[in-house]
């Protein structure tokens, strides 16, 4: 069974840095296509990161040179680290396995999310 | 920045048809994905590749994508597909980004 598990969302300042965790389970990390989602409060999905199996690495443009996802194999593990954290960052922040069409990756598992206050 | 766009809301009676349209530029080009999101969860795939449906999903879902509009059809909506609906697709730019819709509030009552 796929599973996804979210942590390290925290209560943190303006500028200030947090990283969280995907722990996953039922799949290989490494193989897969990882993607970080957020939600601010009563507001939509956005797309924030994603690292391809290959290792490349892409960001929104409001994350870019800010936000940093990488991976662990050894853990099956992925990681976003962010960083000079503005109060416009606050969010539940979701980790998801993505898949290629060939065209775009898209989400298709999602873990239950973890909540990132910037205040 | 490459926009998809969605109406903020629709509203059906238990047992009629609901649409929700996402429409944008770079759809003829690329695919159309949809997603469910009910209040306090994370969102769930409903529709990907523009008209296939993963396990799971009932029939009553499905899509289409024609020209610069996509389309979810829920036939026969009912209490339960209550929820926030969200199109995917990627950015029209070579960075391979992606992007969301707005969402739209599909009520079913």
């Known amino acids: 069974e796929v599973q996804l598990v979210e942590s390290g969302g925290a209560l943190i300042q303006p500028g200030g840095s947090l990283r969280l965790s995907c722990a996953a389970s039922g799949f290989i990390v490494r193989n897969n296509y990882m993607t970080w989602v957020r939600q601010a409060p009563g507001k939509g999905l956005e797309w924030v990161s994603v690292i391809y199996s290959g290792g490349g690495t892409y960001y929104a443009d409001s994350v870019k040179g800010r936000f940093t996802i990488s991976r662990d194999n050894s853990n099956n593990t992925v990681y976003l680290q962010m960083n000079s954290l503005r109060v416009e960052d606050t969010a539940v922040y979701y980790c998801?396995?993505?898949?290629?069409?060939?065209?775009?990756?898209?989400?298709?598992?999602w873990g239950q999310g973890t909540l990132v206050t910037v205040s | 920045s490459y926009d998809l766009t969605q109406p903020p809301s629709v509203s059906v009676s238990p047992g009629q048809t609901a649409r929700i349209t996402c429409s944008g530029d770079?759809?003829?080009?690329?695919?159309a994905y949809w997603y469910q999101q009910k209040s306090g969860q994370a969102p769930v795939l409903v529709i990907y590749?523009?008209?296939k449906r993963p396990s799971g999903i009932p029939e009553r879902f499905s899509g289409s994508n024609s020209g610069t509009m996509a389309t979810l059809t829920i036939s026969g909506a009912q209490v339960e597909d209550e929820g926030d609906y969200y199109c995917y697709s990627a950015d029209g730019s070579a960075n391979n980004r992606e992007v969301f819709g707005g969402g739209t509030k599909l009520t079913v009552l």
């Open positions: 770079i759809l003829p080009k690329k695919y």
């Open positions: 998801a396995r993505g898949y290629s069409s060939g065209l775009e990756v898209y989400p298709q598992d």
């Open positions: 590749e523009d008209n």
